[in-house]
């Protein structure tokens, strides 16, 4: 099974083109990367498959970058994108139109 989710990745002390290899060819999001005063950052849209959480693919990114540079600051933002909250108005519509 899996779950669709925007990811949002920010990091000091990672380049825009290191941040954008790893989550790209290595992780297969897709993306932006940019670049706002310190912070590089990684905006995508992508899948977790085969039971893995939010925790556990936050871990993989967090050592891949950090091998690059071991002083690195980096964060992850998980928002799933299947459940979101909403609000409804209206009348209330079922499957057999009444």
């Known amino acids: 099974m899996s779950r669709a989710y925007k990811l949002t990745v920010e990091t000091i ?3 825009k ?3 954008n290899k790893v989550m790209t ?8 990367t940019d670049h ?3 912070i590089t950052y990684f905006i995508g849209d992508g899948t977790l498959y ?12 967090y050592k891949t970058l950090k091998a690059i540079n071991p002083n690195a600051k980096i964060r ?10 909403f609000e409804s108005y209206g009348d209330t519509i079922t499957e057999n139109g009444k």
């Open 13 to 15: 002390g990672i380049s």
């Open 17 to 19: 083109e290191q941040l």
């Open 25 to 32: 060819d290595q992780f297969g999001w897709e993306g932006e």
């Open 36 to 38: 706002y005063h310190e």
């Open 50 to 61: 085969g039971g893995t959480d939010e925790e556990t693919a936050h871990d993989e990114i």
């Open 76 to 85: 992850t933002e998980w928002t799933y994108m299947e459940d979101l909250p």
